[in-house]
């Protein structure tokens, strides 16, 4: 019978036998095999509630570039910002899914650090993400994300990111990984609210985790209140050209 001679070559650079959390840059950061759901339900997010290629963006905990994959080509140069404590992570990122041609044209900008402390000045964020950072923080690391983040956000910007939910707060501090920790929403609220962040739950799908918003005061809340996040919902009311097509009959 005949065999490829490349199918185990293609399966072993995805990592597709490997558990999350192992030495391989698309396991180390969760399931290889959600690795495209992942970023295709960040990319979606983020575009379905205004995300435009003008906007400043900070993907927080940007590993391997799962999201960033697509963030980087779509964004003006100059306008991701990633934050990785592993360095290596990043590499293997740029070499196994961009390539430094487009690094070169398009020019993110990397820390290679676990805060933002390096920034000294406000980015003047329009967007920022946490895809599973914060189900791996003690309540000391989440409380200052939320305060180092705020600082950096735009008035009408806006950190989506997402947790994991329980009846009790998780009792750990520090970095847990791969281990996870859970909070009441009631609790991250409360933490939100201490840094000057409104606080909301989004109906989005997370194969695992929960969805939440943290805006700051001038951001448009009616883009995630009382209604699933659509793309029709936010594009329509802002394309000034836009025109229904007429209803299709078929012949």
Known sequence: MFSNPF????KDNLGLDLKPGDAHYRAYVGPPGDYDLISAMVFNLLTCLGLRQHHKVLDIGCGSLRTGRLLIPYLNRGNYYGVEPNKWLVEDGIKSEIGQDLIRTKAPIFSYTDC?????QPLGLDYAFAQSIFSHTGTDLFDRWLSEVAYHLRDDGVLFATFLIDEVDSTESGWIYPGCVQFTPDSVKKMALK????FSMLNWFHPRQY??????VDYDTSLIKNDE??????TIPRIKDHKKPSQYTPK
Do not use: D, R
């Not at 199918?7 to 293609?10: A, D, F, G, L, V």
């Not at 969805?211 to 700051?216: G, I, R, T």
């Open 7 to 10: 199918k185990k070559q293609i």
């Open 116 to 120: 933002l402390k390096e920034f000294k």
């Open 195 to 198: 840094n000057g962040l409104g």
């Open 211 to 216: 969805w939440a918003a943290f805006y700051k």
């Open 229 to 234: 996040i659509s793309w029709n919902k936010y």
